[in-house]
């Protein structure tokens, strides 16, 4: 019931700026509907008083396997999209794309045809080859400027691929907060930074930060994504980001 994956095919994937895919609608409205409602607050996982504007705070899915706080379907969620198969079915999707577009990810997975897999804050790498993680990130309503949390950047290289999946409120009508995909205006340099200056990228497309849309992409030194600032208002927004890390950096 909680599979993101469920309707993602290779027709979904789009090449441009890099292989990405995005799927509207990932779960059914029955499904969705309650885990929007049941998600935890800023106030459920943050800390109490006013927090400062634009704070991510993240949950992860060893902490919704641990505890009970919350509507029984975080639990499926996090553990069904942070289960050992979920690499494998990134690599299904993409990997007509892979070894042109992320090489380095595809030699990984190339030389460890069946790593051993474990969840991230639980296991570590002595015992596994791959930490999955599957969390919950809230980022608190903007006061004042407009702003993101995160501009153009790229994953840490030792990440194989990102996932996330929009829990827009349903009252929410704000603009921004939408995820930016950019291009390199010359050869990557420095890629490890935490945000890339924007003279340095160009913006080749917006994926709108709508409910119940899953965006999913491998990574490489050409995944460069950020958030589109956006203006003052009550609304939190929150995803599910899910991903798979190795040990070391992959370039």
């Known amino acids: 019931m909680t ?31 309650p885990l929007r409602a049941g998600r935890p607050r800023f106030a459920d996982i943050g800390w ?15 902490q919704f396997q641990t505890q009970d706080r919350f509507h029984p379907l975080w639990r499926e969620l996090t553990a069904r999209m942070s289960s050992s198969d979920v690499l494998s079915r990134v690599v299904d999707l993409f990997g007509d794309h892979m070894p042109v577009h992320a090489p380095e990810v595809w030699g990984w997975v190339d030389r460890n045809p069946s ?27 903007v006061k004042g400027a407009p702003k993101s949390h995160r501009r153009a950047h790229l994953d840490t290289a030792n990440r194989l691929f990102t996932g996330l999946f929009y829990l827009r409120d349903a009252d929410d ?21 935490f945000e890339i200056g924007e003279d340095e990228v160009e913006l080749a497309a917006v994926v ?36 798979a890390e190795i040990a070391s950096d992959l370039w």
Do not use: C
């Open 48 to 62: 109490s008083g006013e927090p400062p504007s634009g704070q991510r705070m993240p949950y992860s899915a060893y």
């Open 173 to 193: 009508p704000l603009p921004g907060g939408d995820l930016g995909l950019y291009r390199w205006r010359a050869a990557p340099r420095e890629t490890g930074r």
């Open 208 to 243: 709108p930060y709508a409910a119940n849309t899953l965006v999913l992409f491998p990574n490489s030194r050409h995944a460069l994504h950020g958030v589109i600032p956006r203006g003052p208002g009550p609304f939190e927004r929150a995803y599910l980001f899910f991903t």
């Open 115 to 141: 790593p051993k897999v474990g969840l991230l804050s639980r296991d570590g790498f002595e015992s596994v080859d791959v930490l999955t993680d599957a969390r919950l990130e809230i980022t608190t309503p």
């Open 3 to 33: 599979d993101l994956l469920a309707r993602a095919t290779r027709a979904d994937i789009r090449l441009d700026p890099f292989p990405h895919l995005i799927v509207r609608d990932a779960l059914p409205p029955e499904v969705f509907e």
